[in-house]
């Protein structure tokens, strides 16, 4: 009975290795955002860590049992919705590298974060334009905010989100982080390849982003939105998810299925 256990425990976890695929698990969190990319050589990226510790058990699911290994963790900015399990998986996984703004903030588990990454001396990466982070299986991040030239610590948090391409054959997707309407117009007046085939929503769906102009930029096929059921700020907000509806845009929503998987090829 242990050696079937064994054996199906090491089926369960071969499936989940890299396989050739860029894997894209939007996590079902709640209010919050969380997200987990798995390259075509099965290298690990977590972007956030959602508003408590449900991101640990998601990534559970998804991970490999006796896998405990990040390549790289992104924390986007250090709002509560988006930090709170990453002091925790900093201390249960092996985490490579971490990407963050170094925008000032006193949160607490803010604090938590900056004292593991110390403690461990984990190399830490800050979001430049011109520098593309590849893993040398096809998945290549592209940086497009914020940049060193143009960052201010004291930034208001939203506004300080880490903004990439993640980009694999002729597959994109563009994460937003918390970003609000005028982020989205000062990227644009950088000129940056923003278009990408999928969106992940900023700020969960709020009326401050997704900005008519920078969703024509971005033309994308989909946008999924990170979401918790029945917040109180009413996001996605109608009005948003009518902008979407006009542009043609297809959506999902961490609301109606969960955890949102897509498979790249």
Do not use: C
């Amino acid at each position: 009975m242990i050696l079937l256990i064994t054996n199906l425990l090491v089926l369960r976890d071969w499936s989940r290795i890299g396989n050739g695929t860029l894997r894209v698990y939007v996590l079902d969190i709640g209010q919050g955002d969380s997200t987990l990319l798995v390259s075509p050589s099965g290298k690990q990226i977590l972007i956030d860590g959602g508003p408590d510790l449900s991101a640990l058990t998601e990534l559970g699911k998804k991970l490999p049992l006796f896998d405990k290994h990040l390549e790289l963790l992104i924390l986007s900015h250090p709002d509560k919705d988006h930090i709170s399990a990453l002091p925790e998986v900093l201390r249960r996984y092996n985490v490579e590298r971490v990407m963050l703004t170094g925008v000032e903030h006193d949160l607490g588990q803010y604090q938590d974060v900056i004292e593991e990454i110390e403690k461990q001396n984990i190399p830490v990466i800050w979001p430049e334009r011109e520098t593309d982070i590849a893993f040398g299986d096809g998945l290549i991040l592209d940086i497009i905010w914020p940049d060193s030239s143009e960052f201010d610590p004291q930034m208001e948090t939203n506004q300080s989100s880490i903004v990439l391409r993640a980009l694999y054959k002729e597959h994109s997707i563009l994460f937003t982080g918390d970003i609000d309407d005028e982020i989205e117009q000062r990227i644009l007046q950088t000129g940056a390849d923003v278009r990408s085939d999928i969106l992940k929503v900023a700020h969960h769906g709020s009326r401050t982003s997704s900005s008519t102009g920078f969703l024509l930029a971005v033309d994308p096929e989909l946008a999924v939105i990170s979401v918790g059921e029945n917040n109180s700020y009413n996001h996605p907000h109608p009005f948003i998810t009518k902008r979407f509806q006009t542009l043609g845009i297809a959506t999902k929503s961490t609301i109606e299925e969960g955890t949102v998987a897509i498979e790249l090829r």
